[in-house]
């Protein structure tokens, strides 16, 4: 009886031994995940280059349209402009000033390559302050030409040398903010349109896309291109892409449990 009874004194102590070791590796588990999720979805400290595209002055001065490059084209083009919305340099440097508070407000690290009309900054300079800053992602905001009711989204072509290397990164962001921009603004989704030709593309070191916003000769773009409201909304859509896509990247700081640094 006795030993009975120790033996069974013995393995209450062995079970709340049990039970502690189990809550304490419940609680390990916990604290790591909760590390883990901070960082990898976490789109704090994440670098943005916006770039409204154009400038109140066109520049047609050569610019190469790639390092290296004996083909030019011109500095910065005069872009469109609608009848009612005004010139397209001055509704994606609107656009642009809205999403850069948007970002910035989520702790996303924002680098304009304008903030006023009136600058002299060729394409290839633009895409010199993106990869200055080392971002995540640089988005070159334009409106296009054409007189559909539709949004596309540019993105670099696979060149040896120029785009290699941030290509596939592009590719998914391009997918990603054209279907969130597209869904949130009700604009319909023309798709992508990879470009080879584009000075902003090859010069870039880091992933980069272009959304043609919407086109700025359909009557019902134009309107909803002159309005603050729909401005503002086209600027939510690219935020919401944004962040889905910086959310997909890799953890950005070695922590202390051995996280990449970039
Ligand atoms: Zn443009």
């Known amino acids: 009886m006795i030993v ?7 393995m209450k ?7 502690r070791i189990f809550i304490m590796a419940v609680m390990i588990a916990l604290a790591s995940f909760s590390h883990t999720a901070s960082l990898a979805g976490d789109v704090k400290g994440r670098v943005v280059c916006i770039d409204p595209g154009h400038q ?4 047609s001065s050569p610019d190469p349209i790639g390092p290296g490059s004996a083909t030019t084209k011109a500095c910065v083009s005069s872009g469109t402009s609608g009848v009612v919305a005004g010139p397209e340099h001055a509704v994606v440097l609107d656009v642009g000033l809205r999403l850069r508070d948007l970002l910035t407000t989520q702790g996303i690290t924002v680098v304009m ?4 009309a009136d600058v002299s900054i060729c394409n290839s300079e633009r895409a010199a302050i993106a990869n ?41 962001a391009a997918g ?3 279907t969130a921009y597209s ?11 990879p470009r080879s ?6 010069w870039s070191d880091v992933p980069v896309i272009l959304p043609e916003m919407l086109e700025m000769q359909n009557v019902d773009d134009d309107k909803l291109a002159a309005t603050p409201e729909f401005r503002q909304k086209m600027a939510e859509g690219l935020e919401k892409g944004i962040v889905e896509y910086l959310e997909t990247l890799p953890p950005k700081h070695a922590g202390t449990s051995g996280y990449v640094i970039r």
Not at 13 to 19: S, V
């Open 113 to 116: 390559t304008r903030t006023t």
């Open 4 to 10: 009975y009874i120790i033996l069974m004194e013995k």
């Open 183 to 193: 869904t949130y603004t009700g604009i319909p989704d023309g798709g992508l349109t």
């Open 176 to 178: 990603i903010v054209q």
């Open 132 to 172: 200055e800053a080392k971002a995540d992602l640089c988005i070159r905001l334009h409106c296009d030409a054409g007189s559909k009711h539709i949004c596309i989204m540019l993105n670099p072509v696979k060149i040896q040398g120029w785009t290699d290397d941030i290509y596939d990164e592009s590719l998914k």
């Open 13 to 19: 102590d062995m079970k709340i031994l049990l039970c």
């Open 56 to 59: 109140l002055h066109a520049d």
């Open 197 to 202: 030709d584009m000075t902003g593309f090859n």
